[in-house]
């Protein structure tokens, strides 16, 4: 059987159904593009709140799913039929590995469906046969702050066990909403094109050498068919480019990393061109902070 990981989206699921139809369609099509773009198979199904990849590799398919816009979490899973006595007997080899002696655990089951039990009841059964089974552990049950959290996942006929759940940028799929070109010379503009990028925006990314290895290294991996245009230093070189690229894309504005101080020459500059900051109310600190984060996640 194929590694399996469960996907997880966010506010995509709070849309209308024709809007969420909508969504739920790019996602797939730009999780299959990030998969093709890092030479790995998946298989996509689903049901609602929820994707399941049918994998070759599950360390590798969450390192490239936790870049995909739109997903707020993965978790490699072992699925299993929605069968109480045989979730219990599965748990209990399943759970080996993840417990050493000594540790303190607490197993979160949650349930959807129609079944003969609840979630809590499931949780206290599935605890007890972890303690008989590994007594001599000398394990303990914490429920408030545990070593090791336990996951089981009952959702209709089939449930899914897993120990991890691995943080995705969230925000909305690439491609839901406009086109834009950012200007990428350092941490603010790299973070400032980001952030637009995680609320769908499609961004031609312009960077002098300032800001190459950033557009590069770190936000072409959550975006695999960016157009990326490396200019030379100067504020000649990428105006021009900036500009050019806005109007042939007839791109909806253009993403800049300027300050409130610097807002009133740069609107006059732009005319009556729509510009973004999302950085403007934050500082240097702040900017470095969240930069961190998001290159810990194109890793």
């Known amino acids: 059987m194929a590694p399996l990981v469960l996907v997880r989206y966010g506010e995509l699921a709070l849309k209308s159904p024709p809007v969420r139809r909508e969504f739920e369609s790019r996602l797939r099509r730009n999780i299959l593009d990030l998969f093709v773009a890092a030479g790995h198979t998946v298989r996509l199904r689903s049901d609602r709140g929820h994707l399941y990849a049918e994998v070759d590799d599950a360390e590798a398919a969450v390192r490239i799913l936790r870049r995909a816009f739109g997903v707020t979490s993965v978790s490699a899973v072992e699925e ?3 069968d109480r006595a045989g979730i ?14 000594g540790a303190s655990f607490a197993v979160r089951a949650r349930r959807t469906g129609d079944h003969p039990f609840t979630s809590q009841e499931l949780a206290r059964e599935l605890g007890g046969e972890i303690l008989a089974r590994f007594a001599d552990r000398h394990l303990t049950v914490d429920l ?25 940028p969230g925000g909305l799929p690439l491609g839901v909403a406009g086109r ?21 925006c499609r ?11 950033m557009v590069r290294e770190v936000l072409a991996r959550f975006d ?17 480019t900036v500009l050019g690229l806005a109007d042939g894309s007839h791109a909806d504005g253009v993403v800049l990393p300027i300050g409130i101080d610097e807002y009133p020459a740069e609107r006059a500059a732009w005319a009556d061109r729509v510009l973004f900051s999302p950085t403007v109310g934050l500082t240097d600190e702040e900017v470095s902070e969240r930069w961190t984060r998001v290159t810990s996640l194109a890793s």
């Open 80 to 82: 299993i039929p929605t």
């Open 88 to 101: 219990r007997d599965r748990v209990g080899a399943w759970a080996s590995p993840y417990l050493p002696a």
């Open 144 to 168: 408030e702050a545990p070593d090791v959290e336990l996951y089981v996942e009952v959702r209709g006929p089939r449930t899914y066990l897993y120990a991890d759940r691995v943080a995705g």
């Open 180 to 200: 834009l070109v950012a200007l990428v010379d350092g941490p603010r503009g790299a973070l400032g094109a980001y952030l637009m990028m995680k609320r769908g």
């Open 203 to 213: 961004v031609a990314l312009v960077c002098p050498p300032s800001g190459e290895a």
């Open 224 to 240: 695999p068919a960016a157009s990326v245009t490396a200019v030379g230093d100067g504020s000649d070189a990428w105006r021009s």
